[in-house]
């Protein structure tokens, strides 16, 4: 098995259009979405179809995706 190599996707909330908007320089590759989960899962596919034309040294089963998140913390509600 190939050595693991890992990208970081930059994520935040849009609060106004309700969106997770993340992007990678690595691949690179930018989406929105919904959830974190559907951004990590629309980031995914096109990370795996960029690797061949941006890092064609990289297998894909080695490829991991890191998702580091901000948003604005909300107060608890009682």
């Known amino acids: 098995m190939s050595r693991p190599v890992i990208f970081t996707i930059s994520a935040s909330w849009d609060q106004e259009a ?3 908007s993340g992007h990678c320089d ?4 930018a989406a929105d ?3 974190s989960d559907e951004l990590l899962q629309k980031i995914s596919e096109m990370a795996l179809d960029l690797l061949p034309d941006n890092h064609p040294d990289i297998a894909p089963e080695s ?13 608890a509600t009682s």
């Not at 690595?26 to 590759?29: F, H, L, N, S």
């Not at 490829?63 to 107060?75: D, F, G, N, S, V």
């Open 18 to 20: 309700s969106v997770w």
């Open 26 to 29: 690595d691949i690179p590759a």
């Open 63 to 75: 490829l991991y995706l890191q998702i580091t998140a901000l948003r604005e913390a909300e107060p």
């Open 33 to 35: 979405a919904p959830t």
